[in-house]
């Protein structure tokens, strides 16, 4: 049984993200262009990144958190009780996050990308390209996942903002 404690230093961390005031009339993460700033020592590592559409980000959960090991999915108490490994829920035991977005570009030591679910000031602790080996053509959601999913992309307009999201009819 493995029982080591990881730390992990930043490699950046995000300037504009999603805004913490609900006041702004963002509705979506996919509405928000979010800038990260990459740390000086680390800027060689962004070389080609700019070639990929997409990439995944890693950020660590800094804000409003606490453990929770079950919940209903975002928090709707009509959908089943799940535990936190079957939804996205911040709520973590390890409070990683991770998103994939749009990458919009990269200028020097700055990253511009759609659809980051993170804050201002949240640490960025690492960049991956999305690639082949992350892309699934098939794949198994539970029925309330597809209900919510039904919901929301029409109500946010998903079709529109990213196209590039959710499954192919």
Same mark, same amino acid.
């Given at each position: 049984?493995?029982?080591?404690?990881?730390?992990?230093?930043?490699?950046?961390?995000?300037? #504009?993200?999603?805004?913490?005031?609900? +006041? +702004?009339?963002?509705?979506?993460?996919?509405?928000?262009?979010?800038?990260?700033?990459?740390?000086?020592?680390? !800027?060689?590592?962004?070389?080609?990144?700019?070639?990929?559409?997409?990439?995944?980000?890693?950020?660590?959960? #800094?804000?409003?958190?606490?453990?929770?090991?079950?919940?209903?999915?975002?928090?709707? &108490?009509?959908? &089943?009780?799940?535990?936190?490994?079957?939804?996205? +829920?911040?709520?973590? &035991?390890?409070?990683?996050?991770?998103?994939? !977005?749009?990458?919009?570009?990269?200028?020097?030591?700055?990253?511009? !990308?759609?659809?980051?679910?993170?804050?201002?000031?949240?640490?960025?602790?690492?960049?991956?390209?999305?690639?082949?080996?992350?892309? !699934?053509?098939?794949?198994?959601?539970?029925?309330?996942?597809?209900?919510?999913?039904?919901?929301?992309?029409?109500?946010?307009?998903?079709?529109?903002?990213?196209?590039?999201?959710?499954?192919?009819?």
């Amino acid at each position: 049984m493995v029982k080591s404690r990881y730390c992990f230093r930043p490699i950046g961390y995000v300037v #504009d993200g999603l805004p913490v005031d609900k +006041s +702004s009339g963002i509705i979506s993460r996919f509405q928000v262009i979010s800038t990260i700033h990459i740390f000086d020592e680390y !800027v060689e590592g962004l070389r080609g990144l700019e070639e990929f559409s997409h990439i995944i980000v890693l950020w660590v959960i #800094d804000r409003r958190r606490k453990v929770t090991l079950q919940g209903h999915p975002h928090g709707d &108490p009509e959908g &089943p009780l799940v535990g936190v490994f079957a939804t996205r +829920s911040p709520n973590r &035991p390890a409070p990683i996050g991770f998103t994939v !977005v749009e990458l919009v570009g990269v200028e020097g030591n700055i990253v511009k !990308v759609r659809g980051l679910d993170a804050w201002p000031g949240t640490p960025v602790i690492d960049i991956k390209p999305y690639d082949y080996y992350d892309h !699934v053509n098939t794949m198994r959601v539970p029925e309330w996942f597809l209900k919510y999913w039904n919901r929301k992309k029409v109500e946010l307009d998903y079709p529109r903002l990213v196209p590039w999201l959710g499954p192919k009819p």
